[in-house]
C-alpha cells in the first residue's frame, strides 16, 4: 500500500523517526464519529494487521465514521506509546490501539488524555477512559491443535510464531492443549522466533521443524507466513494458518485455518463508541458463539469423522463443557541461528 492521501486518513506510515507531520486536526473532520486507529505493522500484511484495517474500514463504511490510522511503528513501548499521543493530540473520539503489545503504552497514554476514549483489541488492560476489546483466538487455536493431532501422521506437531505477546501466548496454549486433548502421545514442537514479518527466519523454523518431525505447522504469522509456505510446499507438510481462511488462498499447503477475525474487535469497539455504549474499564471478549469472527475453517479433504470430532469440541466450548487454558509451559524448539 503507497502513501496514504486520502482525507480521511490523516497520518501516513511512520518513518524511523517517528511520525509524519500531521496533516491536520482529526477533530476538524466530518461530524461523524472521528477514530484514530495504530497499527504496529503493514495494514497489506494479510493477516492481523490488515484484519485490523478490514475492520477499521469496515467501521468507516457502516457505524460510519471518520477515521485516520498510522501504520509501520516498531514494536517497542516507547515507540508506540509516542504514536500513540501523535494520536491523541487530534483529539478523536476513540483511539484504538491493535493488538496486544500495545497493552503498556496504551495504559500509559491514555492515563495523559483523560478526556479521549481508548480501546486496545486483542488486549488486556482497563482503565477509567481505556478498554480491551478481545477476539479469543485461543479458542479456534485449541481447535487447530485438536485437528493436528487428530491427522498427523508422525506423531508430531508444529507451532510458530514471532512476538511473545498475550493473544499469542493463549493461541500457544490453546494449540497445545487441543493436541494433548486428542491425542496425549503427541509431541509438541513450538517456537517464538522473534519476528512476525521475516519470511526468511520462518522458512528456517518451518524446515528445521519438519526436519524433526513434524507433519503440520501451525503458523500464528503475519506478512512473514509465505517463509513457512514454501518450506512445507518444498516437503509435502501440511499448515494450519490463522486469522483469515487460508484453505482457499493457498488451498495445496493448507489444511485449517484458525479463524480469528481480529477486525471485528476494531468494528466492534467504533460501533459501540458511536452507539454511546463504550465501556471503559471492562474487557469485551467475542469467541466461538460468533462463528464469523472465530472458527476454524477446514479444507475439503480432511475427513468427516474429523469434522465431527470438531463440530463436537467447538459444541463444548461454547457450551462451557470446556474450558480453553490461556497459559502452556514447557521446552521450546530453538530458532535456528
Known amino acids: 500500500m503507497g502513501p496514504i492521501t486520502d482525507r480521511r486518513a490523516l497520518l501516513t506510515t511512520a518513518t524511523a523517526a517517528g511520525l509524519l507531520p500531521l496533516l491536520g486536526p482529526l477533530a476538524a ?5 472521528t477514530v484514530a486507529a495504530l497499527f504496529a505493522g503493514k495494514v497489506d500484511d494479510r493477516g492481523f494487521m490488515q484484519a485490523g484495517y478490514d475492520g477499521l474500514k469496515l467501521a468507516e463504511r457502516q457505524v460510519p465514521a471518520t477515521i485516520a490510522f498510522t501504520q509501520g511503528i516498531p514494536p517497542q513501548p516507547e515507540a508506540l ?22 497493552n503498556a503504552a496504551a495504559k500509559a497514554v491514555a492515563a495523559e488524555f483523560p478526556d479521549v476514549a481508548f480501546v486496545v483489541t486483542q488486549g488486556n488492560v482497563t ?3 481505556l478498554a480491551s476489546y478481545e477476539v479469543l ?10 485437528l493436528a493431532g487428530l491427522m498427523t501422521k508422525t506423531g508430531i506437531v508444529g507451532h510458530m510464531s514471532g512476538i511473545r505477546v498475550t493473544p ?13 486433548h486428542v491425542n496425549p502421545s503427541a509431541k509438541l514442537l513450538t517456537n517464538f522466533s522473534g519476528s512476525q514479518d521475516d519470511n526468511a527466519l520462518s522458512r528456517k523454523v518451518a524446515t528445521a521443524m519438519i526436519a524433526a518431525g513434524a507433519d503440520i505447522v501451525f503458523t500464528m504469522l503475519n506478512a512473514g507466513r509465505t517463509g513457512a509456505v514454501e518450506a512445507c510446499r518444498e516437503t509435502g507438510a501440511q499448515q494450519i494458518g490463522n486469522v483469515v481462511d487460508w484453505t482457499t488462498i493457498v488451498p495445496d499447503v493448507f ?3 484458525a479463524c480469528a477475525d481480529s477486525g471485528r474487535a476494531v468494528y466492534q469497539a467504533v460501533a459501540d463508541k458511536a452507539a454511546g455504549r463504550f465501556a471503559a474499564g471492562h474487557v469485551r471478549q ?3 458463539e460468533t462463528p464469523e469472527a472465530v472458527r476454524l475453517a477446514m479444507a475439503p479433504r480432511v475427513p468427516a469423522e474429523v469434522r465431527d470430532r470438531i463440530a463436537g469440541l467447538t459444541a463444548d466450548i461454547v457450551a462451557g463443557r470446556l474450558t480453553v487454558p ?12
Open 29 to 33: 473532520a466530518a461530524a461523524s464519529t
Open 81 to 102: 506509546a509516542a504514536a500513540l499521543r501523535e494520536l491523541a493530540r487530534q483529539k478523536p473520539h476513540l483511539v484504538v490501539a491493535h493488538g496486544g503489545q500495545n
Open 127 to 129: 482503565g477509567p477512559n
Open 137 to 146: 483466538q485461543e479458542q479456534s487455536a485449541f481447535l487447530a491443535g485438536a
Open 168 to 180: 499469542g501466548l493463549k493461541g500457544r496454549a490453546g494449540y497445545a492443549a487441543g493436541v494433548a
Open 255 to 257: 489444511v485449517a485455518s
Open 286 to 288: 467475542v469467541g466461538l
Open 326 to 337: 490461556h497459559e502452556w509451559s514447557g521446552a521450546e524448539f530453538p530458532t535456528p541461528a
